[in-house]
């Protein structure tokens, strides 16, 4: 087979190339759980990990303010537990955090926020992997260009890839990881489902749908793809389930085709052949490419001329020294890179969140949050998932001693709680003269005072939908 003849198909070996790399098993990944919940006298906080240097572990008595103890439920490692009232939570390994909470007369709002993550600069990390990334495309293309003998087909090959390949390549990357990034920061522990599990779509399946169908469109608007190869793409799965019959027909009839016809528009005699391990010239030919990367005198000039390349590695290339650490594509390291830490929080909520990214139990009572944290410079996505949630516990006995019953939960009572606070520091004080002279059944001083910050103005202060309603409610009883 043409080895020139692959240059459309090099990407999808190298991308299967660093699955593979980054699937290579050895020891366990650093693991670190939180477990956080509402306390009498502040959030408490427990730590617990597998890893801790004496270091670690001496910084981490003294922000939990005491000793390590052994992990709970067979677990290996230290446990740090802390009550955290009128201090920030602690940072353990490198995240950040943010714990508030709201009272009102008939409960509380609460707000939790955490990123692990040890690094703040987001933006020049990104500029970095681009950088990586462009430098890749442009050693591809190098190195495709040498093996293309005719030199109005090289011509016509390097103008391609100037307003062609190489825009479109870049911005789908920055499109998938975008919408990569807003799917993740949806839903943080979304996974993807099994092979062998049918039944309808979830709603987190949906939302995915949602988020990536634009590169669907995007491959159609920009001609990589026919726009009913488009629509058997998104029809493929649209049951939530693939089985592996229609796996092997798409592979056959979508995926080969389509590699095979791009690689065609730039090397007409071409003939990848189906893309995948089995297929050992594309394999070879991938070797090829690596050896020409790390040997050749063309691809020196490329790493010379890229953001991606420091000054100090530029400078032991200008003196003959290959021995430099090449940026991983779009920051992806080659062959796996260091081993990101497998993070979890549980957090205690009692009640279901009105807003949260992670998942909620509604036996337990908690919300779940898991990732995997990597280092800046290899991360999956351009930056860490910021876990999120937001939630409100009702007072049941005072709420009960207004209204009879327990009306306000969730968003209902956060937005009665943010009212409050928004209140004059006098009509505050009315308010709670108002609600402790009521009872179930005479609420007329509770509707009177609502009724008076009725209006449009900058004054006034319409409550709550919900309030209301939970007033008009008990007057009518």
Excluded at 85 to 112: A, K
Excluded at 135 to 156: M, N, V
Excluded at 203 to 231: C, K, N, S, Y
Excluded at 412 to 418: I, P, R, S, T, Y
């Amino acid at each position: 087979m043409n080895p020139d003849s692959h240059f459309a198909s090099s990407f999808l070996i190298a991308a299967s190339a660093l699955a593979i790399c980054l699937s290579i098993g050895g020891c366990s990944n650093k693991q670190v759980r939180i477990e956080m919940k509402t306390g009498g006298s502040g959030p408490v906080r427990t730590f617990e990990t597998n890893r801790a240097t004496g270091e670690e572990r001496t910084r981490l008595t003294e922000v939990y303010e005491s000793g390590p103890l052994e992990a709970g439920k067979g677990r290996n490692g230290v446990r740090f537990e802390g009550v955290f009232v009128d201090r920030e939570l602690p940072s353990e390994i490198g995240n950040r955090n943010g714990w508030s909470v709201i009272e009102g007369q008939f409960g509380s709002s609460y707000l939790y926020v955490e990123q692990f993550g040890d690094e703040r600069d987001d933006w020049r990390r990104f500029r970095a992997r681009m950088d990586a990334g462009e430098l890749w495309l442009r050693l591809l293309a190098g190195f495709l260009s040498t093996r293309i003998e005719d030199p109005e087909a090289k011509s016509r090959f390097a103008e391609s890839f100037e307003t062609q390949i190489l825009p479109d390549l870049m911005s789908a990357f920055l499109r998938f990881n975008a919408n990569g990034y807003v799917q993740q920061g949806q839903r943080i522990a979304t996974n993807f489902r099994a092979p062998s599990k049918r039944g309808p779509r979830t709603d987190d399946e949906w939302f995915q749908i949602q988020v990536f169908t634009p590169l669907v469109a995007f491959a159609i608007e920009r001609d990589w793809i026919e726009p009913v190869e488009g629509q058997m793409v998104l029809l493929s799965g649209v049951d939530g389930w693939v089985s592996a019959g229609e796996r092997q027909w798409s592979r056959d009839n979508l995926a080969d085709p389509i590699v095979e016809r791009t690689a065609k528009r730039f090397v007409p005699d071409a003939v990848p052949g189906k893309i995948g391990p089995e297929n050992e010239a594309l394999v070879f030919f991938g070797l090829s490419f690596l050896w020409w990367v790390n040997t050749s005198s063309e691809a020196a000039e490329i790493m010379l001329d890229s953001a991606a390349i420091s000054d100090a590695d530029k400078e032991k290339l200008r003196a003959g020294n290959r021995l430099i650490d090449l940026p991983g594509p779009f920051g992806i390291p080659i062959g796996g890179g260091d081993r990101p830490v497998e993070s979890e929080v549980v957090l205690e909520t009692g009640e279901p969140p009105f807003v949260t990214n992670g998942t909620w139990n509604e036996s337990l009572g908690t919300v779940t949050f898991r990732t995997k944290v990597y280092p800046s410079d290899q991360r999956r996505r351009f930056a860490p998932p910021v876990f999120h949630a937001s939630w409100s516990v009702p007072d049941d006995e005072a709420q009960e001693r207004i209204f009879g019953k327990v009306p306000l939960r969730g968003q209902d009572l956060a937005e009665v709680v943010f009212w409050e606070q928004t209140l004059s520091e006098r009509d505050r004080t009315s308010w709670v003269e108002c609600i402790e002279e009521s009872k179930p059944g005479d609420l007329g001083a509770v509707r009177d005072f609502v009724d008076r910050l009725e209006g449009d103005g900058k004054d006034n202060r319409p409550a709550p939908e919900a309030l209301r309603a939970a007033v008009a409610s008990s007057g009518a009883d």
